[in-house]
T-cell receptor, first 114, second 112 residues
Framework: DGGITQSPKYLFRKEGQNVTLSCEQN?????MYWYRQDPGQGLRLIYY???????QKGDIAEGYSVSREKKESFPLTVTSAQKNPTAFYLC?????????????FGPGTRLLVL | AQSVTQLGSHVSVSEGALVLLRCNYS??????LFWYVQYPNQGLQLLLK??????LVKGINGFEAEFKKSETSFHLTKPSAHMSDAAEYFC??????????FGTGTRLQVFP
């Protein structure tokens, strides 16, 4: 079955710690995205990548970093500079980045601060 | 700049009643519009999308939405609510950029 997997389902971060969220897709999609979801705020774009070895900042990139070394993988690192990381993180992918193309979402990772 | 407004953060209906979730958009060019559904602690699933082919768009699970340019609206409807429709619904807009802009969501409750 084709789809998007995210791991872990739950992640706990200690003060000053960097943590990495995994996102893998086997849909052969070129574009991948990371969103942050907070209650009552909808989804906000953190980073996106249109092609391997290239990515762009979204609306709330501060305190986050990404890499895109393989087409199927787009990991997100939440750094210690992100002071309020508690949220639900969603990864998505699409065939390309044309406006009409559908984004498909993974099941999400919930990040909690200890 | 494009934007989306979803009126009503919570909507409650009885099972069998009409479901109406409102979405208004702002876009400087003809938009592409999407409705997604999210069940608790899960990702988003596409319900339907408007890509200028037809103004009335039918989606999964009996949902449909009508694009009204004069009202800049793309409201989601379902004639008869089912208990399994209880979820959060997001409207999103995309125009000539490579980004999808989401509304803040509407939580639908269905009472027996």
């Amino acid at each position: 079955d084709g789809g998007i997997t995210q791991s872990p389902k739950y992640l706990f971060r200690k003060e000053g710690q960097n943590v990495t969220l995994s996102c893998e897709q086997n849909l052969n999609h070129d574009a991948m995205y990371w969103y942050r979801q907070d209650p009552g705020q909808g989804l906000r774009l953190i980073y996106y990548s249109q092609i391997v070895n290239d990515f762009q900042k979204g609306d709330i990139a501060e305190g986050y970093s990404v890499s895109r070394e393989k087409k199927e993988s787009f990991p997100l690192t939440v750094t210690s500079a992100q002071k309020n990381p508690t949220a639900f993180y969603l990864c998505a992918s699409s065939i390309g980045t044309k406006p009409r193309e559908t984004q498909y979402f993974g099941p999400g990772t919930r990040l909690l601060v200890l | 700049a494009q934007s989306v407004t979803q009126l009503g953060s919570h909507v409650s209906v009885s099972e069998g009643a009409l479901v109406l979730l409102r979405c208004n958009y702002s876009s400087s060019v003809p938009p592409y519009l999407f409705w997604y559904v999210q069940y608790p602690n899960q990702g988003l699933q596409l319900l339907l999308k408007y890509t200028s082919a037809a103004t009335l768009v039918k989606g999964i699970n009996g949902f449909e939405a009508e694009f009204k340019k004069s009202e800049t609206s793309f409201h989601l409807t379902k004639p008869s609510a089912h208990m399994s429709d209880a979820a959060e619904y997001f409207c999103a807009v995309s125009d000539n950029t490579d980004k999808l802009i989401f509304g803040t969501g509407t939580r639908l409750q269905v009472f027996p």
